[in-house]
Structures are given as C-alpha cells and as structure tokens.
C-alpha cells in the first residue's frame, strides 16, 4: 500500500496516511485541525538496494561524490 503525503490548506500542516488507493475526489481530514481542505502533494520515489557490492558510480577514495573533484567539492583550505 502506498504511502501519500498531504497538506492542509488551512493550518498548513503537511502529514501522511497509508491508503489502499486513492480516490482523487477524496479528500482525508488533517489530524491537526480536522479540516477536510487537504491535497495531496507531489512526493518523490525513493528506493534501496539491498545487493552487497559497491557502485559502480561511486567516487575513487579521497575524491568528492558530487564534482569528482578533491575534497568536498574541490575546495580544499
């Protein structure tokens, strides 16, 4: 089942609820005020691997994952 993420539009109160599936005229009450002025936010996927092998993109040792670079990013004091 999956997990949908909503914000209410009257408190602003962001929260989760796990549904069967979701009915895009259905609207679920916010657990902080009870208003029914909900809508669903878009959420991004995450998934994990569970193989025990490192990637193959991962940076050589001493060197930054985001730039390649040395360092965090280059910028060695």
Do not use: Q, W
């Amino acid at each position: 089942m999956p997990i949908y993420e909503f914000e209410c539009s009257k408190c602003h109160k962001t929260f989760e609820k796990l549904l069967k599936r979701m009915d895009e005229k259905a609207k679920e009450p916010c657990p902080e005020c009870g208003s029914k002025e909900t809508a669903r936010k878009l959420s991004v996927f995450a998934a994990a691997s569970s193989s025990g092998s490192k990637s193959e993109s991962a940076a050589a040792p001493g060197m930054c994952g985001r730039c390649g670079g040395p360092g965090p990013c280059g910028m060695d004091d």
